[in-house]
T-cell receptor
Framework: AQSVTQLGSHVSVSEGALVLLRCNYS??????LFWYVQYPNQGLQLLLKYTSAATLVKGINGFEAEFKKSETSFHLTKPSAHMSDAAEYFC????????????FGAGTRLAVHP | KAGVTQTPRYLIKTRGQQVTLSCSPISGHRSVSWYQQTPGQGLQFLFE???????NKGNFPGRFSGRQFSNSRSEMNVSTLELGDSALYLC???????????FGPGTRLTVL
């Protein structure tokens, strides 16, 4: 069975600081991995996805993530936080080439303070 | 290109009633998935439809059902509502298997 663990339900950083949101996955087959962002009262927006191509994936808004099979991790990073990055972030996994069933982590709420 | 639309955006029902939520996918998308989001359980997959066929189903009771029409629009129905059904219901559409899913803004259901 697949599962996703996001370490840290709340992360707080200063504006301009590095953002690191952690995600570990469990999957019996090669996974597809995703990071989504959710702003208040909105749906989910895809930041980036890993689908077995390059292990370092670049997404929108300056975010990137690295797939590390040995560590079963897919951590999200951004070199310099902006106030507008404050939101909830979800890591998700699905079966590679499988149906469109996303298994989500519990989410990490990112706060950015001046 | 218009995004995924969900109607209504907000809904208040009482226990025991039933409710139907609607989702219009992005034009050309044939896959529609539904998710439930609650503070306690997080985001959970309900089911996916592709070309009018349910292709995958999550671990929800039979009170939760759905269907997809020939124009790819989808509806989700919840019968005999319970307080615990209060949630944000999100719909996502994609071209097909393994493609990026685009989410709608959701329908906020409150059960009193």
């Amino acid at each position: 069975a697949q599962s996703v663990t996001q370490l840290g339900s709340h992360v707080s950083v200063s504006e301009g600081a590095l953002v690191l949101l952690r995600c570990n996955y469990s999957s019996s087959v090669p996974p597809y991995l995703f990071w989504y962002v959710q702003y208040p009262n909105q749906g989910l927006q895809l930041l980036l996805k890993y689908t077995s191509a390059a292990t370092l994936v670049k997404g929108i808004n300056g975010f990137e993530a690295e797939f590390k099979k040995s560590e079963t991790s897919f951590h999200l990073t951004k070199p310099s936080a902006h106030m507008s990055d404050a939101a909830e972030y979800f890591c998700a996994v699905s079966l590679s080439g499988g149906y469109n069933k996303l298994i989500f982590g519990a989410g990490t709420r990112l706060a950015v303070h001046p | 290109k218009a995004g995924v639309t969900q109607t209504p955006r907000y809904l208040i029902k009482t226990r025991g009633q039933q409710v139907t939520l609607s989702c219009s996918p992005i034009s050309g998308h044939r896959s529609v998935s539904w998710y439930q989001q609650t503070p306690g359980q997080g985001l959970q997959f309900l089911f996916e439809y592709f070309s009018e066929t349910q292709r995958n189903k999550g671990n929800f009771p039979g009170r939760f059902s759905g269907r997809q029409f020939s124009n790819s629009r989808s509806e989700m129905n919840v019968s005999t509502l319970e307080l615990g059904d209060s949630a944000l219901y999100l719909c996502a559409s994609s071209l097909g298997r393994g493609d990026e899913q685009f989410f709608g803004p959701g329908t906020r259901l409150t059960v009193l």
